[in-house]
């Protein structure tokens, strides 16, 4: 007890000193925070184990470093270090997702990244341009890695950008198991690193949650999904990762999508537009959120509105963009906006009951299988199915099991929920207009 409370002091007397250095009252800094007077007295009393959103306002401000979230992240790993849990953000230490059950991983041969790529920067320089290499040793060395430095963050941010490639492509074989073992991994690190690159690993953190919560949701799973994009927006707003909270966001309003809840998908979308006004992608990203919400609302107006915008907008990104949100760009990018549109005009559609918009639906979900890059198998597996559907929508049955029958089998052996819905859609769209998708297979 000793030794946390040793801890828990550190950080008062640390908060203290920053806090009257800036010539601030207690008072002062809570109410820029958006906490109580009585917190922040707790806090510095060493009364309170302090929450890392807290730290992570407070550095800001105070201009700290990284300082108070690394003194705080080692307050709150102390306290968990009996039920090995690992560092937590809440004021009764929620526990993190358990990692996937998965088969053993093969080791694989170490890769080489220059950052940024797939829109994973340097955790620790930005757009520096570093070199990054995966662990020579796979994921059992991050289990035996006892020094933490610039190289243990590098390594972790290459590997996450190899996970991400994999996603991209559809790779066969378990993938949610090996990154839900690196984010545990991360979270035991923390405790251990310099405190200086704390805030590196929250961001990683962040972004690997990201990631873990999409393979739970194409597993069906969006309940521990949604757990994991929390935990994300957590670790990336104590770091001050905005760009990754946009991204999380935008994340929580899909899901919203998916169950069919268009006034929550659109408030995810605004918050997410809401985070930062200097970078352009941001905007066109929770443009194109808002625009599926909107369709599920049946707003025609809104739905014009912000498509026009959001592709006038992209057209007006620039190199910062391009480097954070490379998925708005090239082909990939002309794919992404494509295939937003098709959707919401699909659901538009559907809430409206005017089929005319149902052919602009096609027109764009034909334009986005045109332009999507031919290592991105199974998004175009999803969007066929969309395609079918846009076409079914309309009326057009015919058109529309002649566009989904060639991706059947693809579709029922890609054990992605995300396509099973696509495919549950159709299905039971033509079933009530008398069409078996399956007959005469």
């Not at 806090?19 to 008072?27: C, D, I, N, Y």
């Not at 020579?136 to 490639?165: K, P, Q």
């Not at 899909?254 to 930062?276: C, F, I, M, P, R």
């Not at 494509?338 to 005009?345: F, P």
């Amino acid at each position: 007890m000793r030794d946390q409370a040793t801890e828990d002091d550190r950080f008062g007397r640390e908060l203290r000193r920053l806090r009257e250095q800036a010539g601030l009252t207690q008072v002062q800094l809570a109410t820029r925070l958006g906490y109580s007077h009585t917190y922040v007295s707790k806090l510095e009393s060493g009364a309170r184990v302090p929450r890392i959103a807290f730290a992570g306002g407070a550095d800001e401000l105070l201009g700290a470093g990284g300082s108070l979230v690394g003194l705080a992240t080692n307050a709150r790993a102390r306290r968990q270090q009996d039920n090995d849990r690992g560092f937590a953000d809440g004021p009764v230490g929620v526990p993190l997702p358990r990692p996937s059950i998965a088969a053993a991983v093969r080791p694989q041969p170490a890769r080489s990244f220059q950052l940024p790529a797939f829109g994973i920067t340097c955790p620790l320089h930005g757009m520096a341009g570093c070199q990054a290499s995966t662990p020579t040793d796979g994921l059992e060395g991050l289990a035996e890695v006892r020094v933490v430095g610039t190289e243990t963050v590098h390594s972790l941010a290459a590997l996450l950008i190899s996970f991400i490639e994999a996603d991209v492509e559809g790779r066969r074989g378990d993938l949610l198991g090996p990154v839900e073992q690196t984010l545990a991994a991360i979270t035991r690190l923390v405790p251990k690193a310099p405190e200086q690159l704390v805030v590196a690993l929250l961001r990683l953190a962040a972004q690997y949650a990201d990631l873990a919560a999409w393979l739970r949701v194409k597993r069906g799973q969006r309940g521990i999904g949604m757990a994991w994009l929390h935990r994300s927006v957590e670790w990336a707003s104590a770091a001050r990762d905005h760009a990754t909270v946009c991204v999380v966001l935008s994340s929580m309003s899909t899901l919203a999508v998916l169950e069919g809840d268009g006034a929550t998908a659109v408030e995810y979308a605004q918050a997410a537009g809401s985070v930062e006004n200097g970078r352009g992608w941001i905007g066109v990203q929770a443009r194109l959120d808002e625009v599926r919400g909107q369709a599920l609302l049946g707003d025609w107006r809104e739905v014009t509105r912000l498509s026009t915008e959001a592709q006038r907008a992209a057209d007006r990104l620039g190199n910062r963009d391009r480097l954070e949100a490379p998925w708005l760009f090239d082909a990939e990018g002309a794919t992404f906006i494509a295939s937003h549109l098709a959707g919401a005009l699909r659901d538009l559609t559907e809430t409206t009951g005017d089929l005319a918009i149902a052919g602009r639906a096609v027109d764009f979900a034909e334009s986005a299988l045109t332009t999507m890059p031919d290592r991105m198998p199974l998004s175009r597996v999803l969007l066929t199915l969309r395609l079918a559907d846009s076409h079914a929508c309309g009326d057009a049955v015919d058109a529309a099991v002649a566009v989904a029958r060639p991706v059947l089998t693809d579709a029922q052996s890609a054990g992605s929920t995300l396509i099973e819905h696509e495919l549950d859609r159709l299905r039971t769209r033509l079933a009530t207009r008398g069409r078996d998708l399956y007959a005469g297979l």
